[in-house]
T-cell receptor, first 115, second 114 residues
Framework: GENVEQHPSTLSVQEGDSAVIKCTYS??????FPWYKQELGKRPQLIID?????GEKKDQRIAVTLNKTAKHFSLHITETQPEDSAVYFC??????????????FGQGTILTVHP | DGGITQSPKYLFRKEGQNVTLSCEQN?????MYWYRQDPGQGLRLIYY???????QKGDIAEGYSVSREKKESFPLTVTSAQKNPTAFYLC?????????????FGQGTRLTVV
């Protein structure tokens, strides 16, 4: 089955710096890769996603890149702000066979942005 | 509030008892998911369903059961066979069974075994 590995588990940056979180997936039949942000005590919420037919997507300070050959994708946050502090999860959705639609998450990254 | 509701928010269970967590959505979504969240382990998939009357095991299905008799409802039963049930449980739904659509989460249920 699909396995998603996420690194690093914790990331500490100064306000204004960039933050990068990386994920790898195991099954080439996965074709949808969302990123979620979970603030303390709240539900995860989608911040950006990318499909396998696209190599990069950007939304203001957030961007995601996908390398299908290497089976990895990354979240890039520029000009970080204290309110970016949260847990970030990557995920991969499987699109093949009997596991169609299976959405598997990485282990999460705790991002702390220091003022 | 997002259209997907989990209840109760907090649940206490005695050892050896089964307990059912509710998940209801009024978004007309086809797909629904159950995840377990433990510190440092991310979101682990328990069960998922792409359509009414059909569901598949996720990565940690042992000790859990589900049903999908109605499109809007996907209850999760934590059975006495689950050895370590204390955790935060999250339900999610997405618009269609077609791959590539956003999943929306409920607010979660925190289950504690006492």
């Amino acid at each position: 089955g699909e396995n998603v590995e996420q690194h690093p588990s914790t990331l500490s940056v100064q306000e204004g710096d960039s933050a990068v979180i990386k994920c790898t997936y195991s099954d080439s039949a996965s074709n949808y890769f969302p990123w979620y942000k979970q603030e303390l005590g709240k539900r995860p919420q989608l911040i950006i996603d990318i499909r396998s037919n696209v190599g990069e997507k950007k939304d203001q300070r957030i961007a995601v890149t996908l390398n299908k050959t290497a089976k990895h994708f990354s979240l890039h946050i520029t000009e970080t702000q204290p309110e970016d502090s949260a847990v970030y999860f990557c995920a991969a959705m499987f699109a093949g066979g009997t596991s169609y639609g299976k959405l598997t998450f990485g282990q999460g990254t705790i991002l702390t942005v220091h003022p | 509030d997002g259209g997907i509701t989990q209840s109760p928010k907090y649940l206490f269970r005695k050892e050896g008892q089964n307990v059912t967590l509710s998940c209801e959505q009024n978004l007309n979504h086809d797909a629904m998911y159950w995840y377990r969240q433990d510190p440092g382990q991310g979101l682990r998939l328990i069960y998922y369903s792409q359509i009414v009357n059909d569901f598949q095991k996720g990565d940690i299905a042992e000790g859990y059961s589900v049903s999908r008799e109605k499109k809007e409802s996907f209850p999760l039963t934590v059975t006495s066979a689950q050895k370590n049930p204390t955790a935060f449980y999250l339900c999610a739904s997405s618009p269609t069974g077609r791959v590539g659509t956003e999943a929306f989460f409920g607010q979660g249920t925190r289950l504690t075994v006492v």
